[in-house]
């Protein structure tokens, strides 16, 4: 079981591969934090932009089918991607992911 962090500075993008992923039971439940500040340095300079996070709850094994449909979605502008481990979850909501998801 993974956390799936999907991070975008078009919330548009993110708001799409919500629905994709929900469509396509890959994901379980997704959460969407909005104007978040990130700094970054370009050019020696620090830069800083509103920026858009995704995390879904998905089985790691989708993990890679995931990848390969947001790349084939978002071919021009792909999106931040990569995932954090579960390491303890409630065991119902770990039932939930394994009966709700896409089979693997």
Avoid: C
Wanted: aromatic residues 4%; proline residues 3%; without cysteine.
């Amino acid at each position: 079981m993974i956390v799936l962090n999907i991070q975008s500075d078009d919330r548009k993008q993110l708001d799409e591969a919500a629905e994709l992923l929900l469509k396509e039971r890959l994901v379980i439940d997704i959460n969407i934090r909005s104007d978040i500040e990130r700094y970054t340095m370009k050019e020696g300079k620090v830069d800083k932009r509103m920026h858009h996070v995704m995390r879904a709850r998905t089985k790691s094994l989708l993990f890679p089918t995931i990848e390969k449909l947001l790349r084939t979605q978002f071919k021009i502008n792909m999106p931040e991607l990569f995932s954090v481990p579960i390491i303890h979850m409630d065991w119902d909501q770990t039932l939930q992911l394994r009966d709700d998801l896409e089979e693997v």
